[in-house]
């Protein structure tokens, strides 16, 4: 994608990776929104970040991602970049009974949130000469965490879902990529100084330059042994399948 003279819309961006790849972005000069759930958070980072948006949003709340859409377009006409950033990150344990609730919101916040707000904005992307969406999906997608289960499948879900989505999308302005971060020092699960976590003004500094390129997926170098475990190839795979379907449409 490219990196400059964009309108940005980033959820989940008032810490961690969001906060770090919004802060990035405005320092190249993007206009940057970002979104959040506490107003304090918000106000704390658009003032270290002069120039800034903000915009309050539960993405696990479709009536609150419907209400911010509108405004987001209402306010931002020339808006062509979404990154669905905003997940969480609860443990489990897939060996016993799995609470109900928080499982729940795990899928409702890492899988529906990015399709809901994917949905809200579509036809506004589409209408702009040159538009982007940006996932963010994890390495545990496709090396999934045993004790993060449903985490992990919501992550692996999501990445299937950038899949159809860029297919679908590959006649329109718009184009699909995907992060999938590595283990990075962030408040994700709780921030620390465990050796094995990637700093964070690494993985945005790789990640930045990913975006840049034409890939499908912006993977720093210390994800892809986890990412390949899936392999590398899919993406023709998913096109040339997905290809043939359309040509030759099951019958409804």
Same mark, same amino acid.
């Given at each position: 994608?490219q990196?400059?003279?964009?309108t940005?819309?980033i959820?989940?961006?008032?810490?961690?990776?969001g =906060?770090? !790849?919004?802060e990035?972005?405005h320092k !190249?000069?993007?206009?940057?929104? &970002?979104?959040?759930?506490r107003k304090?958070?918000?106000?704390?980072? +658009?003032a270290a970040?002069?120039?800034m %948006?903000a915009i309050e949003l539960?993405?696990?709340d479709? &009536?609150?991602?419907?209400?911010?859409?509108?405004?987001?377009?209402a306010?931002?006409p020339?808006?062509n970049v979404?990154?669905?950033n905003?997940? &969480?990150?609860p443990?489990?344990?897939?060996?016993g009974p799995?609470?109900?609730?928080?499982a729940?919101?795990?899928?409702t +916040?890492?899988?529906?949130?990015? &399709?809901r707000?994917?949905?809200?904005?579509? /036809?506004? $992307?589409?209408?702009?000469?040159?538009a @982007?969406?940006?996932?963010?999906t994890?390495?545990?997608?496709?090396?999934?965490?045993?004790?993060t289960?449903?985490?992990?499948?919501?992550k @692996?879900a999501?990445?299937?879902?950038?899949l159809?989505?860029?297919? *679908?999308? =590959?006649n329109?302005?718009v184009?699909?990529?995907?992060i999938?971060?590595?283990?990075v020092?962030t408040d994700?699960? %709780? %921030?620390?100084?465990?050796? =094995?976590? *990637?700093? $964070?003004?690494?993985f945005i500094?790789?990640? *930045?330059? @990913?975006?840049?390129t034409?890939?499908e /997926?912006?993977i720093v170098?210390?994800?892809r042994p986890m990412?390949d475990?899936?392999?590398?190839?899919e993406h023709a !795979?998913?096109?040339?399948?997905?290809?043939?379907? @359309?040509?030759?449409?099951?019958?409804?």
């Open positions: 994608m990196l400059t003279d964009n940005i819309f959820t989940g961006a008032t810490s961690g990776i =906060r770090g !790849l919004a990035a972005f !190249l000069g993007n206009r940057v929104i &970002i979104a959040g759930r304090a958070l918000l106000e704390q980072v +658009t970040n002069p120039g %948006k539960d993405i696990a479709p &009536i609150s991602i419907q209400a911010a859409a509108e405004r987001l377009v306010e931002n020339t808006l979404l990154i669905n905003a997940g &969480i990150m443990f489990d344990d897939a060996s799995m609470d109900d609730a928080q729940l919101s795990i899928v +916040t890492n899988l529906l949130g990015p &399709i707000m994917t949905s809200a904005l579509i /036809e506004h $992307l589409k209408a702009q000469p040159r @982007a969406i940006v996932n963010n994890s390495v545990l997608a496709y090396t999934p965490l045993a004790n289960a449903v985490y992990s499948a919501s @692996a999501l990445h299937s879902y950038t159809s989505q860029r297919f *679908m999308l =590959r329109t302005s184009t699909v990529q995907e999938a971060p590595p283990w020092n994700l699960i %709780k %921030k620390g100084d465990d050796p =094995r976590a *990637m700093p $964070l003004d690494a500094e790789q990640t *930045m330059a @990913a975006l840049a034409d890939a /997926e912006a170098e210390s994800a990412r475990n899936a392999g590398p190839q !795979l998913v096109m040339g399948f997905n290809s043939y379907i @359309a040509e030759n449409p099951i019958p409804v």
